[in-house]
């Protein structure tokens, strides 16, 4: 695809209806509120271990309902517009939407109270919530007429996602059930892994290689580049799966998952940011500020990982967690809502009255003054986690909560009002 905002070669009209992709976006961020409130009730004590229950449950909301929510809504959304191929059976989305609300709330209840009961039932939905999202959506993949890195990229993502989902429902039964394993140390590193490298790091490669330059009028990334990205993240899903066979400690599995690592928090960021770097409109975006903060955040993770393996201090992983989930991904899922949902609501609702009626452009159906106020408070409350991590000091924790809960009510906002948008207005 040229530079530009260009539609050629996508197929918007085989999407599914607004309502489907649209749900999922409405949902993650009330999870990032549901963890503000969390940690603002908690403090600094979810800050000390990623072992206790109430950490866990914080890393939940943001694995499941703000990342999960907006990546499983985006990809009902792309692999019909991009690959060629509508999803089947789309109208189960909605099963799929309520079964991952309820699903995600019972988890982060049952790992903060240390609910065992709370904890089986939450995996157990969600097995039955993925193996209704995975049937169809591998289909369609399996089946798409169209071939290229974002495709490979969505299927690499997605056979990611099924390792992540089968070993996080096995974890959850054994952590539920209070019966130990000698494996779970193994499969919990793996699951960790596979989750933010393989199935974060792989869909947000491989959708940046259509959106990047579609919105914000880049270069195209190069054919060798985004060859190399994809083979990396290949690799590393094929080194986790033997390091699951293998039942390699935690050490191992950071070597096994390195070509991955250096796919998604090296190489990519760095291609991302040169081609920003030489997009044809200079106006300032708030869209790009996100991208630039969630890639700059990318290029720490490698070392600040490094330290997580090798350190002795118990708030390592949980910087390390902190930086990946908020710094990282939600940082880039955030911006990314920003483009798509006014995208999507204007092609909808407006494309088919230009020419014949006044319609809204994209700014108008979302003014910059609101992703801007997203951004800012994104990155106070990034800034902050990592003020109360490095202090230990419960009232940075708090606020940093509460910073969460401001930036979870700013991110609603910014996919409602789009949505609000009617054909009538």
């Known amino acids: 695809m040229s530079a530009g905002m260009s539609m050629a070669g996508l197929r918007p009209e085989q999407g599914p209806p607004l309502a489907v992709p649209a749900s999922f976006f409405l949902a993650a961020p009330v999870a990032v509120v549901a963890a503000g409130a969390l940690l603002t009730a908690g403090g600094s004590s979810f800050f000390w271990t990623r072992f206790a229950g109430p950490t866990v449950a914080l890393a939940h909301l943001g694995t499941l309902g703000l990342m999960a929510a907006v990546m499983l809504g985006a990809l009902y959304q792309m692999i019909p517009v991009v690959a060629g191929a509508p999803v089947p059976w789309v109208r189960a989305a909605h099963a799929v939407h309520a079964g991952l609300v309820l699903a995600v709330a019972a988890l982060a209840v049952g790992f903060a109270t240390e609910t065992r009961g709370a904890i089986v039932a939450g995996a157990g939905l969600l097995s039955l919530v993925f193996l209704l999202f995975l049937a169809p ?235 801007r106020i997203g951004f800012a408070l994104h990155l106070v409350t990034l800034l902050l986690g990592l003020c109360a991590l490095a202090t230990g000091v419960d009232v940075l924790a708090r606020a940093t909560g509460l910073g969460l809960c401001a930036t979870g009510a700013a991110m609603f906002v910014s996919v409602l009002r789009p949505l609000a948008h009617r054909a009538s207005a």
Not at 181 to 202: E, F, K, Q
Not at 211 to 235: D, E, I, N, S, W
Not at 249 to 261: I, N, R, T
Not at 283 to 304: E, V, Y
């Open 137 to 371: 959506v591998a289909l369609a993949l399996a089946r798409a007429p169209v071939r290229g890195p974002t495709v490979a990229g969505m299927r690499i993502a997605v056979l990611g996602l099924a390792l992540v989902v089968g070993l996080g429902v096995w974890l959850g039964h054994v952590r539920g059930s209070g019966i130990p394993s000698p494996r779970y140390a193994s499969a919990v590193a793996v699951h960790l892994t596979t989750g933010l490298v393989i199935w974060i790091g792989g869909l947000i490669a491989g959708v940046s290689f259509q959106v990047v330059p579609m919105f914000h009028l880049t270069p195209t990334f190069p054919r060798a580049l985004t060859t190399a990205l994809v083979a990396g993240f290949a690799l590393g899903l094929l080194a986790m799966v033997g390091a699951l066979i293998l039942g390699a400690s935690a050490s191992q599995v950071a070597l096994a998952a390195l070509p991955a690592a250096l796919a998604a928090w090296l190489a990519h960021p760095i291609a991302t940011l040169l081609l920003i770097r030489r997009r044809r409109r200079k106006r300032p975006d708030a869209s790009l500020a996100f991208w630039k903060a969630g890639l700059a955040s990318a290029l720490g993770l490698l070392p600040c990982a490094a330290l997580a393996v090798i350190g002795n201090d118990l708030r390592l992983p949980v910087a390390f967690a902190w930086l990946a989930l908020w710094g990282w991904g939600a940082m880039i899922v955030h911006g990314m809502l920003g483009k798509i949902v006014p995208f999507l609501v204007w092609f909808h609702r407006f494309s088919k009255r230009v020419g014949t009626a006044p319609v809204p452009s994209m700014k108008q159906l979302l003014p910059d003054r609101y992703p």
